[in-house]
């Protein structure tokens, strides 16, 4: 029977953690399910023996480590005809039983979803803000200046829209786990790769929005996601590259030639708070 339901794994020195990923899935949906593990690690870590003898598993090669995007994008080649959903998963993410399932109903009943975002949970079982706003330049303003001091802002509020027990439309949703549309997806042309890391989810959410495609947040399906294993390798430059994302979106959304000196602005005041985070 052809899959037609793919998992999409972005891995980089993982082995230590997929395990978990691997043992949950059997029970995250009654159907087959491809498994596509993009491998960004350019040593021998062990994934090849973890994943061997697996069904309907494929490993890709990644060593030039293009980012997270870019590594999902190089997986949709590797998928079968038959797949019509992709899931785009952590390596670090458990999954709860019966979770895919839902998720592919909750998509299949909303004719115009081209992503659908379970409630992720972090390691120590809280609710994690997965589905958020698109950031406007004020929110994301007052967000970036306050939530590490005042984590209860307006502004942070306003970006996260914490309402965490409603099904709902959202502006993006967290790229740790979420379902998305093979034909939406690929309509838009996968993940923009000119961003290695950080806000390729918001960009991926806004993008679908603009061409017509909805993003929903389905708490009834739940994961848990440990975070940050991949990256605390290489933590302080992930700082760096996070705020260079944030700038890149920003830019993006804000490009008229006329824009040019807020450009500026938001490049200096970027650069700046990533050299106060990073100490």
């Known amino acids: 029977m052809s899959a037609r339901i793919a998992v999409v794994v972005v891995a980089f020195r993982s082995a230590d953690v997929i395990p978990g990923l691997l043992d949950s899935l059997s029970a995250a949906s009654r159907e087959p399910l491809e498994l596509v593990v993009v491998d960004n690690s350019d040593i021998d870590d062990g994934l090849a023996e973890t994943l061997r003898g697996r069904e309907r598993t494929t490993l890709v090669p990644s060593p030039d480590n293009p980012g997270y995007g870019a590594a999902v994008n190089r997986a949709l080649p590797h998928l079968g005809d038959a797949v019509r959903w992709v ?11 019966g979770a895919i399932d839902t ?11 081209g992503a659908v975002g379970p409630l992720i949970r972090d390691a120590t079982g809280e609710p994690y803000p997965s589905a958020r706003n698109v950031p406007s330049l004020r929110t994301g303003i007052g967000h970036a200046l306050f939530v590490r001091v005042w984590p209860g802002n307006p502004w942070t509020a306003r970006y996260r829209n914490d309402s965490l027990v409603e099904e709902r ?35 991926l959410g806004r993008r679908l929005t603009r061409a017509g495609w909805r993003n929903y947040y389905v708490p009834s399906a739940t994961v848990s996601h440990v975070g940050a294993t991949s990256t605390r390798h290489v933590a302080r430059s992930m700082i760096r590259v996070h705020h260079a994302s944030a700038y890149r979106f920003l830019a993006d959304k804000y490009q008229g030639w006329y824009l040019f000196p807020l450009r500026a602005t938001l490049r200096a005041a970027l650069w700046l708070r990533s050299r106060i985070v990073r100490g």
């Open 103 to 113: 998720l592919v109903a909750a998509a299949e009943r909303l004719p115009d979803a």
């Open 87 to 97: 899931v785009v998963a952590n390596p670090d993410v458990v999954i709860e039983p």
């Open 169 to 203: 439309e959202a502006g993006w949703l967290s790229g740790a786990f979420l379902l998305l549309s093979r034909e939406a997806f690929e309509q838009i042309g996968g993940f923009d790769e000119r961003y290695f890391m950080y806000f390729e989810d918001v960009d």
